[in-house]
């Protein structure tokens, strides 16, 4: 089993800055595609940011330019920077992983517990 543990989310001010950070642990051999999701109430589970093993990343268009994904391969960590944060940034944010436990084999998906970002003045 693979456990994302996140941290990081909080109340912000529009304008301001947070850094999300989510660690996995657990049977990994490797990982492939690590990101964020978010949720807002009312609305489904969108792509905020994915960055593969190789370090291609992937961005929704809203958060271009404002929010940066990074990865830690040897800590098996994923990162997400946050500026310029607005009122519709508000939301649940999920931590995603791709994990293969062998060499061979398919990867499973695995899914931290959320933590809350609020941007509001």
């Known amino acids: 089993q693979v456990q994302l543990v996140e941290s990081g989310g909080g109340l912000v001010q529009p304008g301001g800055s947070l850094r999300l950070s989510c660690a996995a642990s657990?049977?990994?051999?490797?990982?492939?595609?690590m990101g964020w999701y978010r949720q807002a109430p009312g609305k489904q589970r969108e792509l905020v940011a994915q960055?593969?093993?190789?370090?291609?990343?992937d961005y929704t268009d809203s958060v271009k330019g404002r929010f940066t994904i990074s990865r830690d391969n040897a800590k098996n960590m994923v990162y997400l920077q946050m500026n310029s944060l607005k009122p519709e940034d508000t939301a649940v944010y999920y931590c995603?992983?791709?994990?293969?436990?062998?060499?061979?084999?398919?990867?499973?998906?695995?899914w931290g517990q959320g933590t809350q970002v609020t941007v509001s003045s």
């Open positions: 995603h992983a791709e994990v293969f436990a062998y060499a061979l084999g398919y990867g499973d998906d695995y």
């Open positions: 657990g049977s990994i051999f490797r990982i492939n595609a």
């Open positions: 960055i593969v093993s190789s370090g291609t990343t």
